[in-house]
């Protein structure tokens, strides 16, 4: 929590920026539209309205389901600075709270593992899976004190698909309305047949916007990627580019990915029968705030970009496979064909991601103008100033 002062700070940041002339050239129609002002990527105070303002509110994908199969399993994160862990509960439902002791706000759980109870460090309160403070040392001297009125603060949980969402909103929109649209557009892919086989980590010195944007950024596509992906790529067909959480769908085709630019294990049994199927599928959608959702006729490779401070990302690729592959015995060598390139592909992506975040931090940086092709980039700058600015979140862009 920010102290008063520090509040106030940032709103008139948030105030001054409502008013930049330079912001103004962003808002104009692509074909004439700027890029942003460095200072949304560089600066301290958008970095705290945007945690405030959207990741504060939204629904947020962190994991999947497999990674907690065992009654007690858990996992801690740190989002935002806000830590917390989500555990398998003794009716295996998936539950998340503040990493926080309710005394003094200690973390109860530290890294990943199995449990049967979360006990505090430091003076020994004991917390049960459903967070339920059942042990208090010495507290029973304590007037008054009444045990069942303590417990970990529950976070919002929601599952889709085999995915993990959470949200730190108080009254955060019912999942099942956050996720409808979704479910209509990405259902087909069948994610919750699918298992998780690795995550590929990079963590990059840089904003977290610019690897999501460059996710949608297929004007790069060709020039930056054209010894791995580029030439493989062809023309989009946009599904559509909104408003908010659907903010960029594209349909397209293109190659499995692997250097051998051809499935070393078929067409995923789950999305056999949708229509126009085969190996040349690919689609890459936007899953605001922080998701990228990918897929090729063979898997579905999800990135999450996870702030780590104003000038700091940790990308994290999901490859997921059709558990029955995942039992092949020559399963992990053919993975590591994907996983070589995916990476090739994330570190070329790396490679401009630093030096873009240093030059939104000179004042002398000047933004220009945007391609045709930044659609996508255009209308997700557009939403997340929106945002930042407190402007709402109903305009339309296309
Ligand atoms: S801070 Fe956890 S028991 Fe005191
Ligand atoms: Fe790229």
Known sequence: MTSPRDTQHVMQFQRQAQLDEKVALLRRSLNEASHVPGYFYASQEIYELEKELIFMRDWLPIAREEEFPEVGDFRTYRILDEPIVVTRNQQRQLQAFANRCAHRGVAVAQGNGNAHEFECPYHGWLYDLDGKLIGAPYMDQADGFDKSSCRLKPIHLGTWQGWVFVSFAVDPIAFKDHIAPYEKEFGFLNQGQLKLADKLVVEVNCNWKFPVENLMDNYHSRILHRKTI????????????????????????????????????????????????????????????????????????????????????????????????????????????????????????????????????SPRYEPGRMARLELGVWNLINYNVDRVLGLGETRLYE
């Open 230 to 361: 580029g030439p493989t790529m062809g023309v989009e067909r946009f599904k559509g580019v909104r408003s908010g959480a659907l903010a960029f769908t594209a349909y397209y085709p293109a190659k499995p990915m692997n250097r051998e630019g051809k499935t070393l294990f078929g067409i995923m049994p789950g999305v056999k029968d949708h229509e126009g199927m085969d190996e040349t599928f690919a689609v890459s959608a936007h899953v605001a705030p922080w998701m990228h959702l990918f897929a090729r006729c063979d898997n579905v490779h999800p990135f999450i970009m996870e702030p780590l401070g104003v000038g700091r990302v940790r990308i994290t690729c999901f490859q997921l496979f059709p558990e029955e592959w995942q039992q092949q015995a020559d399963f992990r060598e053919k993975l590591a064909h994907y996983n070589e390139f995916t990476l090739a592909v994330v570190n070329e992506d790396a490679s401009v991601m630093e030096s873009l975040h240093d030059a939104c931090t």
